[in-house]
């Protein structure tokens, strides 16, 4: 099970958009429309921002959406504000009730 | 409210044993999978290991296979990872989450296992 590939770091201006990417493979991101996207603070516990592919759970921002093409998925976080500063993690259901994740990718308000 | 509270971490020798535990609250425990994701200090989130809601099914990541079992107690609400031989490797922050139909929703805060002599 090798980690889903995220970006390290992406960093833009409040109210701009920005795009994480998360690529997997056949086996993972692209068999299966089973992608969450999480945010995480220093310090805190992970918090589902986005679920099967593009679905926000009560309570999120519709600054959040997430899409999906092929083998890669992708978090979109527009309108861009200091709070938003924080790691975002990808993860994808892998088959055989195992779950992968991406390495994180650190984002910056600049 | 969705309530997952881990304890039981700590610092331990390589080649020990420990025993997390989490109490979970605020829904019908017994009608959700559950799953252990750890997370070392610095890096990223890891699946560990997921049990069905009988408990009849258990999976575990490669890396602890033989060594970490998942298990529940549905009668007391509790959810459980025995872990041995550990190793240095396995310092991380272990949370206990609760997987929705197919999406890990909740998370607890997380117990921090240290593996060092």
């Known amino acids: 099970q090798s980690a889903l590939t995220q970006p390290a770091s992406v960093s833009g201006s409040p109210g701009q958009s920005i795009t994480i990417s998360c690529t997997g493979t056949s086996s993972d991101v692209g068999n299966y429309n089973l992608v969450s996207w999480y945010q995480q603070h220093p310090g805190k516990a992970p918090k589902l921002m986005i679920y099967e592919v593009d679905k926000r759970p009560s309570g999120v921002s519709n600054r959040f959406s997430g899409s999906k093409s092929g083998n890669t998925a992708s978090l979109t976080i527009s309108g861009l504000q200091a709070e938003d500063e924080a790691d975002y993690y990808c993860?994808?259901?892998?088959?055989?009730?195992?779950?992968?994740f991406g390495g994180g990718t650190k984002v910056t308000v600049l | 409210e969705v309530q997952l509270v881990e304890s039981g971490g700590g610092l331990v020798q390589p080649g020990g044993s420990l025993r997390l535990s989490c109490a979970a609250s605020?829904?019908?425990?017994?009608?959700?999978?559950m799953t252990w994701v750890r997370q070392a200090p610095g890096k990223g989130l890891e699946w560990v290991a997921s049990i069905k809601q009988d408990g009849s099914e258990k999976y575990h990541v490669d890396s602890a296979k033989g060594r970490f079992t998942i298990s529940r107690d549905n009668a007391k609400n509790l959810l459980f990872l025995q872990m041995s031989s550990l190793r240095a490797e396995d310092t991380a922050v272990y949370y206990c989450?609760?997987?929705?139909?197919?999406?890990?929703?909740?998370w607890g805060q997380g117990t921090l296992v240290t593996v060092s002599s």
């Open positions: 993860c994808s259901y892998a088959g055989n009730s195992a779950w992968v």
């Open positions: 605020g829904f019908t425990f017994s009608s959700y999978w």
């Open positions: 989450a609760r997987d929705s139909a197919g999406t890990i929703d909740s």
